[in-house]
Structure formats: C-alpha cells, structure tokens
C-alpha cells in the first residue's frame, strides 16, 4: 500500500550543545540537519511510501550535503530549488532538572524565506500525490512562504488531495496573536489536523467537541499532549478522533527520553501511515504512540526504523506496561 506524500517546509542545520551544558557554555557542537516536514517524509520513506520534499537550499557544499542527507531516506528532491547561499540553522541545548530545552534559531534569511507562490509548479509537484503536508512553521517564517504555504494548500484542495496541519507554533518566531490569525486560517483549510489541548485552546479557541462542527473539511483531529516527569522520563497521553469512525483516547503512558527533538515528527509521519492504510482509531493511536516513544531512544532528528521495530515495541511497551 505505498502512497506519495508531498510536504513543504524548511530543512535546517542543528548545532547540538553536549548533554549537560549550555549553548554559552559550549566550544563544540554537534551537527545534524533537520526540519519538521523533512523528519516526517524521512519516517513515511521509512514505512514504505514515496515522499516528495519542496523546499529550497543554497547553492554549493552545504546545499549538496543536504540533498545527500535527504537522497539518504529516499526523500524526492527533485523540484527542491537550489540557489543563493544561505541555509537556516538553530542551535540547541539539552535542558536539565526544570531546565526546559532552549533553542536559538538563525534563519530569518535562508533561501527558503525567500520562497514565492510561483516557486513550484502545482501540477507537477502534486502529480499522483495521496497527500499533502505542512506545519505552521512553514507560514511563520516569511511572509512570501505564507503565501507559498496557503497557495499550495489550495492547489493540493483543488486535486481532492488530503491535507495534513500541524500547528506547530514556535515562539522564537512569532507572537501568539499573529499565529492565531494565521493557524486559524491553515487549520480551516486541513483534512487532518494534528495538534494539542493548548493549540484548541490558544488558536482555535473552541472544545474539542467543536471541531468538527466549526471546521466542515476535517475528518481527523489527533491531540497528543506531553508531561515531563523528569529530565529522563516522559509521558504522552492521545486522543485520536475521526468524523466517521469515531474517538479513541488512549491511556496516559510514560517512556524514557534519550533524545528530545523529532519525536512529535516521528508521531506524526507514523499517524498519517496509520491513516493512509486505513487502520482502526485504536490501532492507529497505539502505532503512533509507540513511534513517539521510541523516537526518543533515538539521537538525532530523525527516525528511520521501520514498521516492524515500531510494532516491536509496542508489544514491548504493552507487556512492560511502560
């Protein structure tokens, strides 16, 4: 049952500060690309489907190490635009006790803030595509690849082609007021709508009851809301609801966290495989818990095991009572 799944957003350089200090601290960092849309193609590669990645990269040893890092997971990069020479990076530090992980992004120049609505050409792009993905990040960062973001969700709308949002808010780059006008309007165009508690809450601003009422062109609505128990230890509790077959609310469950970034991401590209193969709510809830989790066993930004080790470790999970 493999699928092509088309998504739109910014890849990034990450510069890691070592567990236990600080980005001020630190006279060496990791490194590591990574973005949400490209970590979420990188794990539905995994699971089998075809991806298609539209973003842009500056010319030159940089750009070329990103497409080789993309190439890698089996990601299509060919309508990626490759010029000018900047790409966005952020640096990252490990937070500790109530430390929370700090995050400074370096990127209000990249080449993809410089992206327009006649950058890609919808009817190649989209060709035999079964859906299309993007995260509020994508219509934060500029406003040309905001335009870009909403053009492209109306081209995938005007195909039959499914819609996946994921509200992602970041503070680092806009305020709550701005974002709720923006993500109100991206959530109103989505298929499947993928958010927390909060993100109804703040931008939203209705009951989860509400949902379906209010925003006529969804059929899914996952909420995934996180509590840290510890530095080394999470907790995840989920919520699956579907128009037609109904809700799942899937107990709380905790798991240990090696790795902080790439989980949501994990979560969702395994989700959207659940959805695209049909599973039941129940199913479809546990696979991308597991997924969730175990991600955070995993370094680096993104998750590439496949279908077999998330099963795995939901029958681990399941039988350890994690």
């Known amino acids: 049952m493999k699928k092509k799944i088309v998504a739109f957003g910014e890849i990034m350089l990450r510069l890691a500060a070592p567990d236990g200090k600080s980005i001020r601290d630190s006279d060496r960092f990791d490194a590591v690309y990574g973005g949400t849309e490209a970590n979420v193609l990188a794990c539905l590669s995994a699971f089998g489907h075809e991806t298609k990645y539209l973003t842009a990269l500056p010319e030159g040893p940089l750009g070329e190490a990103v497409l080789a890092h993309l190439a890698r997971f089996g990601i299509d990069t060919s309508d990626v635009l490759v010029r000018g020479d900047t790409l966005g990076l952020?640096?990252?530090?490990?937070?500790?006790?109530?430390?929370?992980?700090?995050?400074?992004?370096?990127?209000?120049?990249?080449?993809?803030?410089?992206?327009?609505?006649?950058?890609?050409?919808p009817d190649k792009v989209f060709a035999e595509a079964a859906l299309f993905h993007v995260s509020g990040i994508?219509?934060?960062?500029?406003?040309?690849?905001?335009?870009?973001?909403?053009?492209?969700v109306r081209e995938a709308q005007a195909r039959g082609i499914p819609v996946s949002f994921d509200f992602n808010y970041r503070a680092g780059l806009w305020p709550v007021g701005r974002a709720r006008e923006v993500l109100r309007e991206a959530a109103a165009g989505a298929d499947i709508l993928l958010a927390s508690r909060k993100d109804l809450d703040v931008f939203l601003q209705m009951r989860e009851e509400e949902v379906f009422e209010r925003l006529p062109r969804c059929r899914c609505l996952a909420l995934r809301d996180r509590t840290v128990l510890s530095p080394a230890r999470h907790a995840v509790q989920l919520s699956l609801l579907l128009r037609r077959e109904g809700r799942y609310d899937m107990p709380e469950v905790s798991f240990p966290v090696l790795e902080r970034i790439g989980g949501g991401d994990a979560f969702n590209g395994a989700l959207l495989?659940?959805?695209?193969?049909k599973?039941?709510?129940?199913?479809?809830?546990?696979?991308?818990?597991?997924a969730f989790a175990l991600k955070h066993t995993v370094r680096g930004d993104t998750f590439t095991l496949t279908e077999g080790d998330v099963l795995r470790y939901l029958k681990k999970m399941e039988e350890e009572g994690l």
Request: some cysteine.
């Open 279 to 290: 599973d039941a709510p129940a199913d479809a809830a546990k696979f991308s818990v597991a």
């Open 273 to 277: 495989h659940a959805l695209l193969r």
């Open 90 to 121: 952020y640096f990252s530090e490990n937070g500790g006790a109530s430390r929370g992980t700090n995050v400074i992004y370096c990127r209000k120049h990249s080449e993809f803030t410089r992206l327009d609505e006649q950058s890609f050409l």
């Open 138 to 152: 994508s219509f934060a960062l500029s406003e040309s690849s905001r335009r870009l973001a909403f053009r492209l």
